[in-house]
């Protein structure tokens, strides 16, 4: 412990999180964060209504949903939001900041996505918050930077969260709330924070939409009707707690052919893709081709949004960029200048 605290004072963190033991606390504090001043949000419960508040220090909110696990969601959320940090309306010293949040408390993907799964716990700031863990200059937040690493390993990829619902909404709550998304030097605050959602429409989902003013959902679907099937609930549950709607994006849309270069729908058409985008009157934000690179660029910890042209020579690779690019751009204008029936 005491060499744990001298690490903390030379690193300019005092402050330490532990999980909690004693059961009552444990369910108001499964994060083991340090008490911070102000009344903490209301958790979502049966009859009276609920004020939503806005992130500390987030000026937008983008949830990237699916209703289905297995679509490429969280790959998507990541490459996205480099996208959105990257795109060319922003000149280089406007380019905005970024940051992703990872909500997934069962199966978060951040870590290995963005190569920090063997990662140093985040420090904490005097107040008790959380400071994001940035790679690739994306600052980033992700329940597996705060589970116990395995002994050996080095790694908390292999540790489990075994909580029952309660403890769940409140550490997204923590997760939600206490983290510090400023940057350390300039103060400044994010632009836009993309939020990795877990499948369904459970716990998480719910909490977001009733805690927190969400500016725009992305739903992320797979050609198959066994996708489509769980995107309209996710998208029906996103309109019951007034959660707008930025468009729909389907992954994995075709395969391009490296002999005959011709696109092949290897999962299905996408008629039925948009045919649902159609029903529920919202935008087809684009369709991405399943490119093999986009795979190994998330093994690798490099997001395939950041790879250079000449790298990114699967068949398929220039067009995934475009149309992610083109997302990216759609995203922004909806954020920027909401349709006033949002």
């Known amino acids: 412990m005491l060499a744990r605290r001298a690490s903390a004072a030379r690193s300019g963190c005092l402050r330490e999180r532990c999980f909690a033991s004693f059961a009552p606390a444990r369910h108001e504090n499964p994060l083991g964060l340090p008490r911070r001043p102000g009344p903490p949000p209301q958790i979502p419960r049966k009859g009276g209504p609920i004020q939503k508040r806005s992130l500390p220090y987030v000026k937008k909110v983008l949830a990237v949903a699916s209703g289905k696990g297995g679509v490429g969601k969280s790959t998507v959320a990541v490459n996205l939001a480099f996208s959105l940090a990257m795109h060319p309306e922003h000149a280089p010293r406007q380019r905005p900041r970024v940051g992703v949040l990872d909500l997934d408390i069962f199966g978060p993907s951040i870590p290995k996505l963005m ?7 985040p420090r904490l700031t005097d107040a008790g918050a959380i400071v994001p863990i940035v790679n690739h200059g994306l600052p980033c937040m992700s329940m597996g930077f705060l589970l116990p690493k395995a002994p050996g390993t080095g790694s908390s990829a292999d540790t489990p969260v075994v909580w029952r619902g309660l403890m769940v909404q409140k550490a997204v709550q923590q997760l939600l ?3 510090d998304w400023r940057d350390p030097e300039s103060g400044a605050e994010l632009d836009a924070l993309v939020i990795d959602m877990p499948p369904g429409t459970g716990d998480v989902p719910l909490t977001l939409g009733q805690l927190v003013n969400v500016d725009g959902a992305v739903i992320v679907s797979t050609p198959q009707d066994v996708a489509l099937t769980d995107v309209r609930k996710g998208v029906s549950m996103f ?5 707008p709607i930025t468009g729909l994006l389907l992954n994995e849309s075709h395969f391009i ?12 058409s996408p008629a039925a893709f948009r045919a649902t985008a159609a029903r529920f009157g919202v935008d087809v934000l684009g369709e991405l081709p399943l490119v093999p690179g986009v795979s190994r660029g998330g093994d690798r910890g490099v997001p395939y949004a950041l790879q250079s042209a000449k790298s990114a020579s699967d068949p398929g690779g220039q067009e995934w960029k475009e149309t992610m690019a083109g997302v990216a751009g759609k995203v922004w204008q909806f954020l920027s200048n909401p349709p006033p029936s949002q």
Do not use: I, M, R, Y
């Not at 190569?115 to 716990?121: H, P």
């Not at 309109?239 to 959660?243: D, F, I």
């Not at 052919?257 to 299905?268: I, K, N, V, Y």
């Open 239 to 243: 309109q019951k707690v007034s959660v």
């Open 115 to 121: 190569a920090l799964e063997d990662t140093e716990e």
């Open 177 to 179: 709330f206490d983290v």
């Open 257 to 268: 052919c490296p002999s005959c270069t011709a696109p092949h729908e290897l999962f299905g």
